[in-house]
């Protein structure tokens, strides 16, 4: 939906987020354990960091679907349970 050239997006609970806070979010839900777990990459599983992760996910765009599915998944659980964060 756009108006006067601006994408209006209500409610996507992606909007105006970066890769970089989406996957502090996860990190600190699972840990690095539990994303390797959930997505089996090996950035998330040998020696995992942001900074690396940030750089295969910036480059492969079928990993950072899965990573911001991860992510509005975890959002629906924690409302879903009634949490703040």
């Given at each position: 939906?756009?108006?006067?050239g601006?994408?209006v997006?209500?409610?996507n609970p992606?909007?105006?987020m970066?890769?970089e806070a989406i996957?502090h979010a996860?990190?600190e839900?699972?840990g690095?354990?539990?994303?390797g777990?959930?997505?089996?990459?090996?950035c998330?599983?040998?020696?995992?960091?942001?900074?690396?992760?940030?750089?295969?996910?910036?480059?492969t765009?079928w990993a950072r679907?899965k990573v911001?599915?991860?992510?509005?998944?975890m959002?629906r659980?924690r409302?879903?349970?009634?949490?703040r964060?």
């Amino acid at each position: 939906m756009e108006h006067g050239g601006t994408h209006v997006q209500p409610r996507n609970p992606l909007h105006g987020m970066t890769l970089e806070a989406i996957l502090h979010a996860l990190v600190e839900t699972y840990g690095w354990d539990g994303l390797g777990e959930r997505i089996p990459v090996r950035c998330f599983n040998v020696d995992p960091s942001i900074s690396s992760s940030l750089r295969f996910l910036r480059k492969t765009p079928w990993a950072r679907e899965k990573v911001e599915g991860l992510y509005l998944y975890m959002l629906r659980e924690r409302q879903r349970r009634g949490g703040r964060r």
